[in-house]
C-alpha cells in the first residue's frame, strides 16, 4: 500500500496488537477536536496504535506539528510506530513506551515541553461494568493504574503555562474529570457533548482545558453522531463534517 493510499483509508488499515485494545470513534473525534487548536508540540497520552495523534497530523495536513505518542504497552508503541511509517509520518510521529505516571524520567518528555496535549485515557471506575476479556484491554478501559489523576498529573507536567489539553471521556463523569483536571491546575474551557442520536443523552465529551487557565467555560451544543433507523442508519452530516475520518464506517 502506498502512502497516499494509506492516507485516503484512514483509519482503515492501521495494525493493532493482537488481543489488545482496539480504538474506536472516539480517538477519531479527539483528532479532529484538538486539531484546530494552536500548539505544534504535541503529546499524546495513552496513544495506543496512534489514532488520535496520527489522525491531528492528516486533519492538520502541515509540516510543522510533531506529536511524541506514550504508551505503557510495548506492542502498542510498536504498532503506533508501524503505523506511523504506513502513513508517511514518521518524521513527525514517535512512538515511546512509557507509563504516564513515570513521565517525569523520560528525557523525551521535558517539563512544560509541549503546547497541546491529547488523551484518551481509560474511561470506567474499576468497581463498575464489566471487565474485559484480556488484560490489555481491561487496562485501557478501566481506571486501574492511576487513572484520570495520573494522566492530569503528567499533563501539567508537560504543558507550557498556557497550553491545552484535548481530552475524551464519558459526560456521565463529568464531575470526575472536572475534580481531578482542576486539582492539576488544568481550568476546563469548552466541553462538547456527544450523542449517539438527537434525542438521546450524551455518553461521551470532548473537553479542551488550559493550563493555569483562567474560569470560563465555553459548553456547546450536543455533536448528534446517528440518525435513521435500522438498515437506514447512518452517521450525521454534521458528524461527518466534524470528523470525516468517520466516513470509514460501514455504510458511508
Sequence with gaps: ????EARRLFPRGLAQPEGGFRFGA???????????????????????CGPAGLGLLLARNDDAS???GLDKDPDMAAAA????????????FTAL??????IRDAPQVPAQGFDLVLANPPYRDPSSGRRAA???????RFETDGGLPAFAAATAYALTTGGLLALVHLAERLAHVATALAAAGLEIKRLLPVA????????QMLVLARRNGRPGLRLDAPLVLYEGTGQATRLTAEALRFCPFLACNAGQ
Design 66 to 68: 510533531a506529536v511524541l
Design 97 to 102: 513506551c512509557r507509563d504516564v505516571r513515570e
Design 81 to 92: 510506530t508501524a503505523n506511523s511509517q504506513l502513513l508517511g509520518l514518521s518524521d513527525r
Design 196 to 203: 449517539p442520536r438527537r434525542e438521546a443523552q450524551a455518553r
Design 26 to 48: 472516539d480517538a477519531l473525534l479527539l483528532a479532529c477536536f484538538a486539531a484546530p487548536s494552536p500548539g505544534r508540540r504535541v503529546l499524546d497520552l495513552g496513544t495506543g
Design 134 to 140: 484480556t488484560p490489555g484491554r481491561d487496562a485501557a
Design 1 to 4: 500500500m502506498t502512502v497516499e
